[in-house]
């Protein structure tokens, strides 16, 4: 079984900056393409950034394409978000997510494992 971990939410003012991190269980990590998602209460959980196995490739939802980066540390098991420019509406528990042979992204039933979620809460 996978583990996954999630760290660095809080709460910040809108146009700050916050860095969540996504430490994962097992030797087999760089087998898997890591994503985030977000839910935000009442809504459903959303595609926020996806990156590939070796990190070669990034995925982003278009709303927060260019204020978000994810990346991805194999040798440490962890995967990052990089949350710049932070509005209200980024506000939701973010989760981040593994999976194996995926065709779609974003697509949340492509991904296998889950983490319990981290809060991020922007303020205006």
């Known amino acids: 079984q996978v583990q996954l971990v999630e760290s660095g939410g809080g709460l910040v003012q809108a146009g700050g900056s916050l860095r969540l991190s996504c430490a994962a269980s097992?030797?087999?990590?760089?087998?898997?393409?890591m994503g985030w998602f977000r839910q935000a209460p009442g809504k459903e959980r959303e595609f926020v950034a996806a990156?590939?196995?070796?990190?070669?490739?990034?995925h982003y939802a278009d709303s927060v394409k260019g204020r978000f980066t994810i990346s991805r540390d194999n040798d440490q098991n962890t995967v990052y978000l990089q949350m710049n420019s932070l509005k209200p509406e980024d506000t939701a528990v973010y989760y981040c997510?593994?999976?194996?042979?995926?065709?779609?992204?974003?697509?949340?039933?492509?991904?296998?494992?889950w983490g319990q979620g981290t809060q991020v809460t922007v303020s205006s």
């Open positions: 997510a593994a999976g194996r042979f995926l065709t779609t992204y974003g697509a949340r039933n492509n991904y296998n494992y």
């Open positions: 097992g030797r087999t990590f760089s087998s898997y393409t």
């Open positions: 990156i590939s196995r070796s990190g070669g490739s990034t």
